[in-house]
T-cell receptor, first 112, second 115 residues
Framework: AQSVTQPDIHITVSEGASLELRCNYS??????LFWYVQSPGQGLQLLLKYFSGDTLVQGIKGFEAEFKRSQSSFNLRKPSVHWSDAAEYFCAVGPVGYKYIFGTGTRLKVLA | KAGVTQTPRYLIKTRGQQVTLSCSPI?????VSWYQQTPGQGLQFLFE?????QRNKGNFPGRFSGRQFSNSRSEMNVSTLELGDSALYLC???WGQGANTGELFFGEGSRLTVL
């Protein structure tokens, strides 16, 4: 069955440090993959997406992610975290019959 | 270009009541999806509509229903509310053409509290 796993529920990093959020998926074919960010009280904003082609994907706000088929992973990275990056991050995979499956999210805390 | 608009943003209901939530998609988008977000369960898919047709439905009881109008606006209804229905209900729109919905654009959600 298709699924998405975000192993880290909470992550705390210092401002200026690098960041990597993990996402592992189970899917029968090459999936569409997404990372979304959600600030408190807000909806989800798309950070980046992978449909096909280059496995290193650049997104907004300085984020990037790498699709690794052999590891069934799509980890999100940022070289230097800003305090405004504190939010919850969701990985999503699909399509599965006109829907996407979301991970349970990773809440990022940034220390000044 | 206006984004996805959801109304109301916040509402409080009591058990047994019903609620209707509204979603206006981005202009030109014909697919509207609904998700329920709770702290313990994350985002759970409710249903997806394209050109007034429900193409997929999640694993929710029949108390949860939806519809889409000819202008692509969508509503979802929850009848006989239960405490466990308290959640953030998110609507997302997309082009919807082809075999999948494509990239989802989310609204800010409707936060429902059931007392």
């Amino acid at each position: 069955a298709q699924s998405v796993t975000q192993p880290d529920i909470h992550i705390t990093v210092s401002e200026g440090a690098s960041l990597e959020l993990r996402c592992n998926y189970s899917y029968g074919a090459t999936p569409y993959l997404f990372w979304y960010v959600q600030s408190p009280g807000q909806g989800l904003q798309l950070l980046l997406k992978y449909f096909s082609g280059d496995t290193l994907v650049q997104g907004i706000k300085g984020f990037e992610a790498e699709f690794k088929r052999s590891q069934s992973s799509f980890n999100l990275r940022k070289p230097s975290v800003h305090w405004s990056d504190a939010a919850e991050y969701f990985c999503a995979v699909g399509p599965v019959g006109y829907k996407y499956i979301f991970g349970t999210g990773t809440r990022l805390k940034v220390l000044a | 270009k206006a984004g996805v608009t959801q109304t109301p943003r916040y509402l409080i209901k009591t058990r047994g009541q019903q609620v209707t939530l509204s979603c206006s998609p981005i202009s030109g988008h014909r697919s509207v999806s609904w998700y329920q977000q709770t702290p313990g369960q994350g985002l759970q898919f409710l249903f997806e509509y394209f050109s007034e047709t429900q193409r997929n439905k999640g694993n929710f009881p029949g108390r949860f229903s939806g519809r889409q109008f000819s202008n692509s606006r969508s509503e979802m209804n929850v009848s006989t509310l239960e405490l466990g229905d308290s959640a953030l209900y998110l609507c997302a729109s997309s082009w919807g053409q082809g075999a999948n919905t494509g990239e989802l654009f989310f609204g800010e959600g409707s936060r429902l509290t059931v007392l």
